[in-house]
Structure formats: C-alpha cells, structure tokens
C-alpha cells in the first residue's frame, strides 16, 4: 500500500514555513511570486508575451545573474551587496530585472540565465505542457474517452509504478448511467422500471 495524500506534494514545497511557524511563531501568508526576503525573485515578462521565473536571491546567485545580465555594475554596488539589501528594496532591484528580461525573449533570457548558471525557468501555459517533449516522451499527458465529450485529453494518473501497465481512467459517467448497477441491486428491476416510469430515477 502506498499512503500519498493529494496534498503531499504541495505540503513539502512550503520550504521553511512549519519551522518558521514553529521556532519563531512567524506565520506566513500570501505573497504572489515573490518573498519578503529575498530578491531579486518574480516571474519576469519578456518580449514575446512569455514569463520566466529567475531565482536569484542568494549573493551567489544575484553575482551570476549580473553576468548573464551584463550588469557588472549591479554585482559590485554596495547598495545590492547583501541578500538583505537587496530583499529591502525589492521594488527595484526586481524592476532592474524586469527591464532586462523584457527586452529580450524568453529564450534568449533562459538561454543567458543557463550560461551563467542562474536558476531559471519558463513559465508554462497548457499550450506548452501538451508540446513539451520531456512530458510527451514519458507519456505525462493520455487521452481518455469520455461519454459526452469523446476524445480528451488530460493528465495521466500519478504515480506511476515501473513494471505495471498504465491504468487508463475513463471520463465520468453520465447522469444515471449506473442506475441499474446501484438502484437495481436495492429496489430490484420492477421497482426500479416503476420510478424510470415515475421520472424519479
């Protein structure tokens, strides 16, 4: 038996927010792509109408991103030495970003991001999940055929286990196409013909 709960995965991407919550009594809320205390942090628009999401909070990261930015002047300012600092003007260090990631596409910002070693990623829309070939090759995505729309297509179920074929759901059912499977099996098939007549099932 494998015990995983739909919530898991979400559960431990939450980083430092039960410790936090547990050693400090910080309780965390919402606060769109970016955190109080880190930056430069967001998904970025670029040229052609995408987004890219650049991590680069840590002093490590942010020196990197100044690379891939051609931003020298960016790494050996004072005013964004420190994560703190940085985290403190947010607003503007992320504008800075901003302004570099939309003047370019979203590949040349990922490309440029890779070549330094910056942690980037391009934020998918559906169009780009059913063509990506990663998820095409390991067969991520299945195409079900439900009764009232026909052919779908839509996640495949997860996890998957090596060596068992792959269940494949089935869309779900009509209104009252189990009728004579559960109504019949407790009111038996002349009264269940009584309430058909009736409209009542």
């Given at each position: 038996?494998?015990?995983?709960?739909?919530?898991?995965?979400?559960?431990?991407?939450?980083?430092?927010?039960?410790?936090?919550?547990?050693?400090?009594?910080?309780?965390?809320?919402?606060?769109?792509?970016?955190?109080?205390?880190?930056?430069?942090?967001?998904?970025?628009?670029?040229?052609?109408?995408?987004?890219?999401?650049?991590?680069?909070?840590?002093?490590?990261?942010?020196?990197?991103?100044?690379?891939?930015?051609?931003?020298?002047?960016?790494?050996?300012?004072?005013?964004?030495?420190?994560?703190?600092?940085?985290?403190?003007?947010?607003?503007?260090?992320?504008?800075?970003?901003?302004?570099?990631?939309?003047?370019?596409?979203?590949?040349?910002?990922?490309?440029?991001?890779?070549?330094?070693?910056?942690?980037?990623?391009?934020?998918?829309?559906?169009?780009?999940?059913?063509?990506?070939?990663?998820?095409?090759?390991?067969?991520?995505?299945?195409?079900?055929?439900?009764?009232?729309?026909?052919s779908v297509k839509q996640q495949a179920p997860f996890p998957r286990y090596q060596g068992e074929e792959r269940p494949v759901p089935s869309g779900a059912p009509t209104l009252g196409?189990?009728?004579?499977?559960?109504?019949?099996?407790?009111?038996?098939a002349d009264q269940l013909a009584r309430l058909r007549a009736d409209r009542i099932v």
């Open positions: 038996m494998i015990d995983a709960a739909l919530y898991g995965s979400i559960l431990r991407v939450l980083e430092w927010t039960i410790a936090g919550y547990d050693q400090l009594g910080v309780v965390r809320n919402r606060q769109g792509n970016r955190l109080d205390n880190s930056a430069p942090l967001d998904n970025y628009p670029t040229a052609d109408g995408a987004y890219v999401c650049i991590v680069a909070g840590s002093d490590a990261n942010f020196r990197r991103l100044c690379t891939a930015m051609e931003r020298p002047d960016l790494a050996d300012d004072d005013a964004w030495s420190t994560l703190a600092k940085r985290a403190a003007r947010a607003d503007e260090i992320n504008g800075i970003v901003a302004d570099w990631t939309s003047a370019r596409s979203a590949a040349e910002v990922e490309a440029a991001c890779i070549a330094c070693d910056v942690p980037v990623g391009l934020a998918y829309t559906a169009a780009d999940i059913a063509a990506d070939p990663h998820m095409i090759f390991r067969e991520d995505l299945i195409t079900i055929d439900d009764p009232v729309l026909g196409a189990d009728n004579d499977e559960i109504w019949g099996a407790l009111v038996g």
